[in-house]
């Protein structure tokens, strides 16, 4: 009914940019709305998922560097990151709650060393 795939992460250097890509796909994404609800989350090693960008709003962490957009004729969500940190190495996950069901992808695996 719903997948999502994630793909760009990578090897960066502090200071780097990176540019994820989610590309949605199945019949929720049919539904009015849907497509607008998906949003971004990370989990560090041994650490929380924790929230990182939606629709208007970013986690204060990211917030101007970090920009969320989509493409709507290939249903795909991105997510550029500027300015990239140590702090922000990290599994990114696409995500989208829906009808109280949350529906993950399988993550992109973000790296920022020097």
């Known amino acids: 009914q719903v997948q999502l795939v994630e793909s760009g992460g990578g090897l960066v250097q502090p200071g780097g940019s990176l540019r994820l890509s989610c590309a949605a796909s199945g019949s929720l994404f049919s539904t009015r709305g849907a497509f607008h609800a998906v949003d971004w989350y990370r989990q560090a090693p041994g650490k929380e998922r924790e929230f990182v960008a939606r629709?208007?709003e970013y986690a204060p962490s990211v917030n101007d560097r970090f920009t969320i957009s989509r493409d709507n004729a290939k249903n795909t969500v991105y997510l550029q990151m500027n300015t990239l940190k140590l702090e922000d190495t990290a599994r990114y996950y696409c995500?989208?709650?829906?009808?109280?069901?949350?529906?993950w992808g399988q993550g992109t695996q973000v790296t920022v060393a020097s």
């Open positions: 995500h989208i709650a829906w009808d109280g069901v949350h529906y």
């Open positions: 629709r208007y």
